[in-house]
């Protein structure tokens, strides 16, 4: 297998980290890209980007879709807040704003736009629209 057939298979993301031939730090060998070095590593995926929104909200509960991957979940610590789900339909839009009614102020609603489609920008601006 050559090397343009390996790097085009090797996913990263959610799944898989990113890897490297060696480890960084002599002078011979490749340093880490500037996303993976300093406090912005802590924004490089959206797990952790979460994590930080809530540690510094400390919000008492997270309201999440019903549809996401379960390792997202793993950001909010389950014994400082409480994690409630709000229904997607199968467009992947919300389902009804019965939800709505049971939010509390400090709550953190987290909205995910879905294989990069924006459908959340009225929700989050504060308008309703189904």
């Known amino acids: 297998m050559n090397s343009s057939t390996q790097i085009a298979n090797r996913l990263i993301g959610g799944m898989f980290g990113l890897e490297y031939p060696c480890e ?3 002078p011979d060998q490749p340093k880490l890209p ?9 924004l490089a995926t959206a ?3 979460f994590n930080l929104v809530a540690s510094f909200l400390e919000p008492r509960t997270v309201w999440v879709p019903s549809y996401l991957c379960g ?3 793993d950001a909010f610590p389950s014994t ?15 389902a009804d ?3 709505i009614n049971e939010i509390s ?3 953190l609603v987290v909205f995910i736009d879905y294989f990069g489609f924006n459908q959340w920008e009225a929700w989050g601006a504060g308008t309703r629209r189904l």
């Open 24 to 26: 960084p730090g002599g």
């Open 34 to 42: 500037p996303f993976l070095s300093g406090p912005q590593i802590k």
């Open 47 to 49: 797990r952790s980007a």
């Open 71 to 73: 390792v997202v979940l």
């Open 80 to 94: 400082r807040m409480s994690l409630r789900f709000y229904a997607v339909d199968e467009h992947l839009r919300v």
């Open 97 to 99: 704003d019965q939800w």
């Open 105 to 107: 102020p400090g709550d």
